[in-house]
């Protein structure tokens, strides 16, 4: 059996009083430790090793370095909830630590709260946009939200203000579990406290006033909540290119003539461990995806603007493909066919006659499914109401042997 070099020891602002004997002992008996400046304060008297602050930029490489020494790194309350242990493991067999963790400030908070944590979404905004917020603000609903500094809480406050979120209650709760621990409540909309702790958390009960910005559930969003110029795969049709796109956890979309991003940021909000990659020629429009992107609460949509085929070289595979536009441009469909990975799936919507006579023929080559859609919508005709179609979609959906 393998003889753990590396010890990992969560510690809180409570510093060695709140460790175990074997915490406090991996500290005492590690030749070299690191951890934060703060970190390093708190287990200071327990030290008899080499300290060292982690480095700028970070990097963990140090510790590699060192493999086979006795090393303890240390970290925030639980090391593996958005802490350094996720990082350390990527590098490093689970057989060649020990592990320590510590209460983290999720669990503090909601003890502190009476929150059952398994209701409470729990999100980290640490060196992260705050637009991640965004597809949780849903009425009733308790965030726990780790920020990054001082600042955090008021814009925070902010952008549920903007979103039509005002009068929900936000409660800072700082230096949990050390002697500076302060918990203090406002409403966001009227949010006034000052003098934050940089080690703070968030704690938001959302309220919705009536307008809200509020994102369902299911594909199909409404238009309106997407800054377009026309140029958008509309909401019934999107529901129904999601359902062929059949994402599932961790894979990668390919949005080709994406236009208002609305595919790729919809795919993107179907879970968090979904990415996707927007191409878009027209620089207007690119610009606006992400605007589009960051309102709609996926600011990690990757966005490349150029022309398909040519932008999409060097591009990671895709597990999945969408072509809402310039599919009938020379090379787009053969290039996404080669570039899919085995067993993802291809769907391609056309609208002009051009790009439909492309589908059918791929379709008599490769199979596939082929479908026509119609929507119409009732709309006024003078003092009366009657049906005005919209334009008909064919959709091609293929999956690659």
């Known amino acids: 059996m393998t003889t753990p070099w590396l010890s990992i020891v969560g510690i809180g602002e409570d510093g060695l009083s709140g460790l175990g004997t074997a915490a406090k002992a991996a500290i005492a008996d590690a030749e070299v430790v690191f951890g934060g400046t703060r970190h390093l304060e708190l287990a200071a008297s327990a030290i ?57 400030s999720f669990s503090l908070a909601a003890a502190r709260l009476g929150w059952p944590l398994q209701d409470v979404l729990t999100l980290s905004l640490h060196g992260r946009p705050l637009d991640l917020i965004r597809p949780h603000l849903h009425p009733g609903a308790r965030i726990l939200a780790l920020t990054s500094d001082e600042n955090g809480p008021a814009a925070l406050a902010k952008l549920l203000t903007e979103s039509g979120f005002g009068i929900s209650i936000v409660t800072v709760l700082e230096a949990l579990g050390g002697p500076d621990e302060t918990v203090r409540t406002n409403v966001a909309m009227n949010f006034a406290l000052t003098d934050i702790n940089p080690l703070n958390i968030c704690a938001i009960s959302v309220v919705a006033l009536p307008g809200a910005r509020i994102l369902p559930l299911t594909p199909g969003l409404d238009d309106a909540l997407f800054e377009h110029d026309g140029q958008i795969t509309k909401r019934e049709i999107r529901a129904l290119t999601l359902s062929a796109l059949a994402p ?88 996404a066919i080669t570039a899919l990975r085995p067993g993802g799936r291809l769907v391609a919507n056309a609208v002009t006659l051009e790009m439909e006579a492309l589908l059918l023929a791929r379709h008599a080559e490769l199979g596939g499914t082929l479908t026509r859609f119609s929507i119409e919508r009732a709309e006024a005709i003078g003092s009366m109401t009657g049906w005005k179609p919209a334009r008909p979609i064919v959709q091609w959906v293929w999956a690659k042997p």
């Open 48 to 104: 008899s090793g080499e300290a060292h602050p982690w480095p700028t930029p970070f990097s963990i490489d140090p510790i590699i370095a060192l493999r086979n020494r006795k090393v303890c790194v240390l970290a925030s309350g639980d090391p593996f909830h958005h802490g350094v242990g996720a990082t350390l493991a990527r590098h490093i067999d689970a057989s060649q630590m020990q592990v320590f963790p510590h209460p983290s």
């Open 248 to 335: 599932r956890r961790g894979e990668l979309l390919w949005d080709i003539g994406a236009g208002s991003g609305s595919v790729a940021i919809e795919w993107m909000l179907a879970d968090p461990s979904l990415s996707a990659i927007a191409v878009e020629a027209d620089p207007v429009r690119a610009t606006r995806i992400s605007r589009n992107a960051n309102g709609l609460g996926v600011p990690s949509l990757k966005l490349i603007q150029g022309h398909a085929p040519e932008a999409l070289a060097g591009l990671e595979e895709p597990h999945a493909v969408f072509i809402g536009g310039g599919g009938s441009d020379p090379g787009v469909l053969d290039t």
